[in-house]
């Protein structure tokens, strides 16, 4: 790796450990500087290098002069009755991304963009009707954790992570898997596997690769039973159909009592009636999962609309019948315009 002057430093939280370690190396460095240095900025939380007392003064030095640690600080601040939290960040480029906090029973789950916009059009979500942007580097995604981190409302830890933000992680395939290692070594962040879940629309290929790659948990996209419905709401099943989803699920390596999430939208009459709940169920047959259904929270100009909350017990009635576990998203946030699908970069206070 070449070293970049010093109107080009590299942004250090870009790196993995491994990467870091090789880069290092080449600048003399015994590969423990690297782990030093990996574990100043995910464990500490530290910003600037000079600062890093586990080092030398002549490394420290030298690193200033070729990278930098970036850092996130957040263009709005919106809390929901509920005592969601919605963090608006701009970013180098002007673009804008969200993340949100939501609080659990004495914990917090950290929802985390990884694109602005997304590529993926599915009919029902905001993100999608934005169109694909750009990517996020991997500083940008870690960014999005470390700020979260500092800045928790209550002295809850913060122990989920879920790739449900902006985007779909797989077709950043790259900076995602780099940002998972970070998130899951235990000098980095320090998150468990079981605590940290992709969620993916069934980029099939890519998730053969990313579960081969990583251990973490999964939640599935599927939101229709049959591919005549999944065509209509989620576009990429034209190219990944259902057998070809469902057999991935099968191929990919699942830890014992590990199961994948299903989520499932529920849009009034197109896919939640009780004809979809019994298709659903047999469609599902022997695999390891769970249900999630999430009733569609409504946004702008959006072309459909939840159905009644007594459909959605029955629905669930149903799946349970089979023997399913099947628990109901309560989306929060949705008066700041923070659940599931509400999520565009806006600011409100604009
Ligand atoms: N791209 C990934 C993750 C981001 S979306 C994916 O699609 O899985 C996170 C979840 O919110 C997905 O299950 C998505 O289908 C759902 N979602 C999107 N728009 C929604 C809306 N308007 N109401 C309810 N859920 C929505
Ligand atoms: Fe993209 Fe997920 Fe929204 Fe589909 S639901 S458009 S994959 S963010």
Redesign the pocket.
């Known amino acids: 790796m070449v070293l970049k002057s010093l109107d080009s430093r590299l942004d250090l939280k870009n790196f993995d450990l491994s990467e870091l370690e090789a880069w290092l190396k080449e600048l003399g460095e015994p590969g423990y500087r690297a782990r030093q240095l990996f574990q100043a900025i995910y464990a500490q939380g530290q910003q600037d290098i000079t600062a890093i007392s586990t080092l030398p003064k002549s490394l420290r030095y030298m690193l200033t002069e070729n990278a930098f640690i970036s850092s996130f600080s957040p263009e709005e601040v919106l809390k929901s009755a509920d005592g969601t939290v919605k963090f608006l960040f701009r970013l180098d480029d002007n673009k804008r991304i969200e993340s949100v906090l939501i609080p659990q029973a004495g914990y917090y789950t950290l929802c985390v963009s990884t694109q602005v916009g997304?590529a993926?059009g599915?009919r029902?979500?905001?993100t999608g009707k934005m169109g694909f942007k750009r990517h996020l580097e991997t500083a940008e995604i870690v960014n999005q954790i470390l700020y979260a981190r500092a800045h928790l409302p209550q002295p809850w830890p913060l122990r989920n992570i879920v790739?449900?933000?902006m985007?779909?992680s797989l077709h950043n395939f790259q900076h995602t898997l780099k940002a998972i290692q970070i998130i899951l070594h235990p000098l980095g962040l320090n998150f468990s596997h079981r605590r940290v879940t992709v969620?993916?629309?069934g980029l099939v290929p890519q998730m053969l690769k990313m579960s081969e790659a990583a251990n973490i948990s999964w939640?599935i996209?599927l939101?229709a039973p049959d591919n005549q419905t999944r065509n209509f709401l989620v576009p990429v099943n034209k190219k990944y159909p259902l057998d070809a989803l469902l057999e991935a699920m099968k191929r990919m390596p699942l830890p014992p009592r590990k199961r994948f999430t299903i989520?499932y939208?529920l849009l009034k009459e197109v896919n939640s009636t009780l004809k979809h709940a019994h298709a659903l169920a047999k469609l599902l047959k022997n695999l390891p999962v769970k249900i999630n259904l999430?009733p569609?929270?409504p946004?702008p100009g959006s072309e459909f609309q939840a159905p009644s909350w007594e459909l959605v017990l029955q629905f669930q009635e149903v799946l349970q019948k089979y023997g399913y576990t099947v628990t109901i998203r309560q989306?929060k946030g949705a008066d700041i315009g923070a659940a599931?699908?509400?999520l565009d970069g806006q600011p409100q206070a604009a």
């Open positions: 997304c993926q599915c029902f979500c905001l790739f449900m933000g985007g779909e969620s993916t629309v939640a996209s939101h989520e939208v999430i569609f929270n946004h989306s599931c699908g509400q």
